[in-house]
Every structure is written in C-alpha cells, then in structure tokens.
C-alpha cells in the first residue's frame, strides 16, 4: 500500500515521555552511559567533529562500561559524512589462524566456549576507532584519549550493573581467574554501585600508545604509529602470551588460546557499503550479511504487505503480526548469513519485495513453533542444531552479558551516536572483551573477547569457524535516509535482540507517528525463537519476553494465540538511543533509553 501519512489507528503515545526529546541547532550526543555522552558533547563544545566525537566517547565506554565492553573487542559502526555517502566501518576481527574446528575437537569441545580464549576473535575496536578518527576526524589521538585515560586514572563511580556483574564473578575470579581478582576486586573488597573504580593498567596502556606515535611527523601518522604499536608491540605481545597460559572456560576445562602476534599484524578494519532497502518513504540502512543488520530489512519487508492495524506493537494484532515475522527473519539468519568472502553468496533477495511477499503470507493468526527458513535458488538452508532453552545449562562469565532467555537482566553491549553541525553522523556499537569473558591481563587491565562463540563447529555452516573468517556478529548500529541524505542514526546493544527493539522503534515512530523519546519509552518485546548466536546456544519455539507495561490484554491474547510469554519487568529491555538531523533547516534532535537509569542524550 502507499503511505500518505501516520497512522489514524494507533495506539496512542504515553502523555508524558520520561524525558523530551532534546533539540537544537549544534550537535546532539547519545549514549549507553552519561560519561560517553558528556565526553562525546565536549569534544563537539571545543570544536571537535562528530567522528572525534564518537572515538572519545568510544574509548570512555571501555573504561566506564567495561562488563559491557573492552579495547579487546569488537565495533561495527555506520557513519556518514556531512550526511551523505554513508558507509560501514567494519571493526569485527576474524578467527586465529590456529582456530580450526579440529583444534576444537581435539581439545575435546563439540561447540566454542562463551569464555575464556579460545573464544577469541582478533580484537577490532580498538584499530576500528583509530581508523575512524584518522580518516575523519580532526583531533589529535592524545586529545581524544584525554577523557577516558582521566577516568581510568582519577576513577569513576561505578554503576549498579557492573558492580553486580563483578560480584557474580567474585568466586569464580578468585578461584579460576586470579589476574582479574586483582584487577577488579582489589584488597579482596567488591565495589559497590557509586564506588570510585580504577584502572590505572589501562590508562598507563593509552599513554604509551600515544607515546609510541608521538614521533610522527602528521596527525595522520601519529595516529598510524600508535595503531602499530597496538597491532605489532606490547599490547599484542603481552596479550598473546597470555593467552597462552591454559585456564578455565565455560565448559568446565582448562585450555590455553590459539591467538598469535601475525593474527594481529595480518588484520585490518576495512570500510565496507551498507545494504538498504526502502520503508514508508525512508531507507533503512544495515552491515552485511557477516552481521544480523539484514534481519531488520528482512522484517521489514515482510510487513510491507500488512496495514497499519497489524504494525502497532502495543495491541495483540500488531505483536503478534511482528513476532511471527521476526521468527521468520530469524529462521534465515540462522541458515543462511555469515562471512561469505571466501565463498561469496548473494543473499539479497532475502528482503527483496517478492520474497518478502511470500513469507508475509506464512503468518497465521497463530504463534508457529516451527524453524521456517526460506528458499534461494543454489543456496541450501543450513539448520542449526536448535537445543531448547529448558534443557540448557549455563557456567559463569558465558555468553554475552544480555537478557536471558527468562527476561532476566545481566547487561548488554553499548551504543552510541553524535551527530554535528555540518551533518556528520555516526552509529557505533562496541562490544566484546568484557571483564566476565577471559581472565584479565595484568600489564593491560582488560581481557580478550569472546565472539567465535557466534561460530558453529559445524563446516556446513556459513557461519562455521573458519580461519580468517568473520564470526556473524550482532552488532547491528543503522542509519536512515531520506532524499539521499541521512537524517538518523540509532541502535542498541542487547544481542539477538538489537534488531528487534529497533524494529520496534521504526515502527512507532514511521508509521505511528511517535516522536524519538516516545518511542523509546514505549514498551517493548522480543521473541526467543531463534538460535542464540551466543553459548550455550538456545532456541525456545514460541518463547516471547514482554515488558509488563503492555497492556494486560495483549499478553492474554498473545498467550490465546499460542506464544509462551514470559512478562519481565515494565523497564527492562532495550537501550536505544538516537540522533537526528534534518538536513533543510540544520536541526538536530536526539533521545535516549530512560530504563536503567544509565543512558542519556545531550546537545544543544
């Protein structure tokens, strides 16, 4: 159908959002974390750009998220200068070249650990945001690292979050991981929320790789040589001896990483064009196929072919309209996406128009608890061993610190967005290398990361570990255009969830009508239906967790039409924030996730 405007029947937006949505004519900032929002903003008060921006409030995330996030992990952002010509900035590492199924196998493991480093891709934030600021940015490395190397080093108050996430680990540290008790429980004494936290390690690492480049004779160059040293000199050295020492994993066992120095050396983030497709007059910009990105434009263009009764997440017709075709989109991920360099596969049909037709007409008025993928002419669809969540066990420090299959609460990834006055627009969404993934180096005050979990150990997989070959990541920043300028960037952290919650907030706000901060408030959902792309790797048919601030209703016609909702806090999911500019007047706007506490926007 063609959309001449929002929708006339809609669930109307709360009275009163949590918070306006900011607007001004400057430069808007958002993040996961009030520091990374204010550093970002203060970059953009002393002249910086949006892209030195969004690196400083990068490597403040490290520091003041980091069971969230670490240098050691991974980044996949969208940018945009001055609004156009967007581009994806892919910072996802590949596997070691010793990361071979066989070696798996002889260590006796029949899928990757979700700790500890043998899970290990090659770490990619770090080098992704020096990239970044080396091709776009206008500062200097030192005055960009100036924000986090201040909190690492005079401290922080640490967050409820990561002070919990630290005392579930306690034991665990203490018995198993003794370099990260040190670092993160010092004097045997477990922060509590408010405590100022330190990291001195790390911030003495910052200052030595500024020294390292110090010497040249550019901005550019400096930047080039301390990326170098990151790459080729102590830190590489120092974690990859380290990880040769066997210590404990997630199965149980002990084993020594397969992470060597020309794993290092031979990587290099690479910029990449985004896919897109069009959806009520905007163009909804995503990562490839070596991410979930298409998942969202797959969803999307299944529910072209509904009205606008069956796009409002807030009634039982809507929800169950979404949640049906996000299974479908996520029965497609789950077969068919992964890193297709080495066997190149052109996947894009998966939400082309006429395909997304035919799924459409695959939703029922009732919950399917069947793992339906598609079909692409030559491309078989591989199905993943799909192990019900019920039947699952879990060890600490696994998976990726997101919501549980039950709803519960451990944390997520994080986001953030900038966006300045001359249009540069950036969408970054760091994750990886959180303290509970590998034991900490002590000379650094970080730990590997932990993404081949997202590989199978399976080599009909296309997401099957490979040598050099990208795991499929979640990550999944977007920006939006209009008129071939982007007027939008968002997302959140939250794993296989990530699209689903901005799924959401499209919808609200492009056929709903609602306003950025409206629909982040708004209450939200996700389905479990999919193959977790983190271990122990579950999968719940009709699983649907809900905020309980949906109407009462809704979760009893859900559960009519055969979905197992589980109904999870009224605050609870989703930590998306968002920047906005229009390109005709200059404004710009943001908003950012009220649930937590933690998230804010700023800007002026």
Same mark, same amino acid.
């Given at each position: 159908m063609t959309h001449t405007g929002f929708a006339t029947k809609y669930t109307t937006a709360a009275a009163t959002p949590t918070r306006p949505t900011l607007q001004g004519s400057f430069g808007m900032s958002a993040s996961t974390h009030w520091l990374a929002t204010a550093s970002a903003q203060s970059v953009l008060e002393r002249g910086g750009n949006a892209f030195d921006a969004a690196v400083a409030a990068g490597f403040v995330l490290h520091v003041v998220e980091p069971h969230l996030n670490g240098p050691a992990g991974d980044m996949v952002a969208l940018y945009a200068p001055r609004g156009r010509d967007p581009r994806v900035l892919m910072g996802q590492g590949p596997a070691p070249?010793?990361?071979?199924?066989?070696?798996?196998?002889?260590?006796?493991?029949d899928s990757v650990p979700g700790a500890g480093a043998l899970a290990a891709a090659v770490p990619a934030a770090v080098e992704a945001w020096m990239t970044l600021l080396a091709d776009h940015g206008s500062w200097e490395l030192a005055e960009v690292l100036e924000y986090a190397i201040h909190y690492a080093e005079n401290g922080h108050p640490i967050g409820h979050q990561a002070a919990a996430v630290i005392g579930t680990m306690a034991v665990h540290f203490e018995q198993h991981w003794p370099t990260s008790a040190s670092l993160?429980?010092?004097?045997?004494?477990?922060?509590?929320?408010?405590?100022?936290?330190?990291?001195?390690a790390y911030a003495n690492v910052l200052k030595r790789l500024i020294e390292a480049g110090s010497a040249a004779n550019t901005r550019q160059g400096r930047i080039r040589e301390s990326l170098k040293?990151?790459?080729?000199?102590?830190?590489?050295?120092?974690?990859?001896?380290?990880?040769?020492?066997?210590?404990?994993?997630?199965?149980?066992?002990?084993?020594?990483?397969?992470?060597?120095?020309?794993?290092?050396s031979d990587f290099n983030v690479?910029?990449?064009?985004?896919?897109?497709?069009?959806?009520?007059?905007?163009?909804?910009?995503k990562a490839g196929f070596w991410s979930q990105g298409p998942a969202l434009l797959q969803c999307l263009a299944i529910l072209k072919n509904f009205d606008d009764e069956h796009l409002d997440p807030s009634t039982a017709l809507g929800a169950h309209t979404i949640i049906e075709a996000l299974k479908l989109?996520?029965?497609d991920r789950d077969s068919f996406y992964g890193d297709s360099r080495a066997e190149p596969a052109d996947l894009t049909a998966l939400y082309s128009d006429a395909y997304g037709r035919d799924r459409a007409q695959l939703i029922s008025d009732y919950a399917s608890k069947d793992f339906r993928p598609g079909a692409l002419p030559g491309i078989p669809a591989h199905r993943p061993p799909l192990v019900n969540a019920l039947d699952s066990t879990s060890a600490l420090g696994a998976g990726e610190p997101t919501v549980r299959i039950t709803g519960e609460t451990r944390g997520d990834t994080c986001h953030l967005d900038v966006v300045d006055r001359y249009g540069n627009m950036v969408s970054a969404t760091p994750s990886g290398g959180w303290l509970q993934s590998s034991p900490a180096i002590p000379e650094l005050g970080f730990a590997l990361g932990t993404r081949l979990q997202m590989t199978w150990l399976d080599e009909s997989?296309?997401?099957?570990?490979?040598?050099?070959?990208?795991?499929?990541?979640?990550?999944?920043?977007?920006?939006?255009?209009r008129d071939g300028?982007?007027?939008?960037?968002?997302?959140?952290?939250?794993?296989?969830?990530?699209?689903?919650?901005?799924?959401?907030?499209?919808?609200?706000?492009?056929? !709903? !009508?609602?306003?950025?901060?409206?629909?982040?408030?708004?209450?939200?959902?996700?389905t479990s239906a999919l193959?977790?792309?983190?271990?122990?790797?579950?999968?719940?048919?009709?699983g649907v967790i809900a905020e309980s601030r949906l109407q009462p209703e809704v979760l009893a016609e859900l559960r009519e039409r055969g979905h197992d909702v589980t109904m999870v806090d009224g605050w609870s999911l989703g930590r998306l924030s968002t920047v906005l500019r229009d390109p005709e007047t200059g404004q710009v706007s943001a908003a950012a996730n009220p649930r937590g506490n933690q998230g804010y926007a700023a800007g002026r």
């Open positions: 070249a010793r990361a071979t199924i066989q070696h798996f196998a002889a260590e006796g493991l993160w429980i010092p004097d045997q004494k477990l922060p509590a929320a408010g405590d100022n936290v330190k990291n001195v040293e990151w790459k080729e000199g102590f830190v590489a050295q120092a974690l990859t001896t380290f990880a040769r020492r066997p210590h404990r994993h997630s199965s149980g066992t002990d084993h020594a990483g397969v992470i060597g120095l020309s794993d290092f690479c910029i990449e064009e985004p896919v897109s497709m069009d959806f009520r007059g905007t163009t909804v910009l989109a996520m029965a997989s296309p997401s099957a570990l490979r040598p050099g070959a990208r795991p499929r990541t979640t990550l999944s920043p977007t920006l939006l255009m300028r982007v007027v939008a960037s968002l997302g959140s952290p939250g794993g296989d969830q990530q699209d689903q919650w901005q799924l959401l907030y499209l919808l609200r706000t492009l056929v !709903g !009508g609602y306003t950025p901060q409206e629909a982040i408030d708004a209450p939200t959902f996700h193959a977790s792309s983190f271990w122990p790797r579950t999968w719940n048919a009709l």
